[in-house]
Antibody
Framework: QVQLQESGPGLVKPSETLSLTCTVS????????WSWIRQPPGKGLEWIGY???????NYNPSLKSRVTISVDTSKNQFSLKLSSVTAADTAVYYC???????????????????WGQGTLVTVSS | SYELTQPPSVSVSPGQTARITCSGD??????AYWYQQKPGQAPVLVIY???ERPSGIPERFSGSSSGTTVTLTISGVQAEDEADYYC???????????FGTGTKVTVL
């Protein structure tokens, strides 16, 4: 079955750019949407954004000005860049496959399954 | 911004039924999803499209929807069901994904 694995630096300095990659195995990235989600220590889940394998993206409005998600179908990977990070960006970052289904009319609903194991990124000098 | 509201905690004795609610204005229009997260682990999907159960998820997990509230029900709760549970859905336009505030289920 499909498995996802996050990779990237575990420590990033304030004001710098956080960069993570998610490698998809056991299936092709060339279908579905693919998402990034984060969870600050002891807190809830926050959707960051998603990308379709064709390259179209959608981001959380609260992070949109700092987020870029890209895809490399040749490597079966997609990536996250978050710029100008602060301590508030310290979190476990998860990648997830994002299946979807129509929910009536032009409504298209997305969910997250499966998830990667997550990687802790700490923002500190 | 759109919000999904859950009770912070639910306590239940083994063998009893736990019900976790999730409220949001767009839920009549959008499907809801439920995730189980145990300490130190990634979330796992337990209910999708309001009430469907993925393969491998025990039958004691069920979901329902009524108006602006969706409910995750765990029947015959077992000790292994102790975890945080999150609902997830989209805003009324379907553009942005949102997670609920999370509910900690404690098995007494």
């Amino acid at each position: 079955q499909v498995q996802l694995q996050e990779s990237g630096p575990g420590l990033v300095k304030p004001s710098e750019t956080l960069s993570l990659t998610c490698t998809v195995s056991g299936g092709s990235i060339s279908s579905y949407y693919w998402s990034w989600i984060r969870q600050p220590p002891g807190k809830g889940l926050e959707w960051i954004g998603y990308i379709y394998y064709s390259g179209s993206t959608n981001y959380n409005p609260s992070l949109k000005s700092r987020v870029t998600i890209s895809v490399d179908t040749s490597k079966n990977q997609f990536s996250l860049k978050l710029s100008s990070v602060t301590a508030a960006d310290t979190a476990v970052y998860y990648c997830a496959r994002t299946p979807g289904a129509y929910c009536g009319g032009d409504c298209y609903s997305l969910w997250f399954d499966p998830w990667g194991q997550g990687t802790l990124v700490t923002v500190s000098s | 911004s759109y919000e999904l509201t859950q009770p912070p905690s639910v306590s239940v004795s083994p063998g009893q039924t736990a019900r976790i609610t999730c409220s949001g204005d767009a839920l009549p229009k959008q499907y809801a999803y439920w995730y189980q997260q145990k300490p130190g682990q990634a979330p796992v999907l337990v209910i999708y499209k309001d009430s469907e159960r993925p393969s491998g998820i025990p039958e004691r997990f069920s979901g329902s929807s009524s108006g602006t509230t969706v409910t995750l029900t765990i029947s015959g709760v077992q000790a292994e069901d102790e975890a945080d549970y999150y609902c997830q859905s989209a805003d009324s336009s379907g553009t942005y994904q949102v997670f609920g505030t999370g509910t900690k289920v404690t098995v007494l």
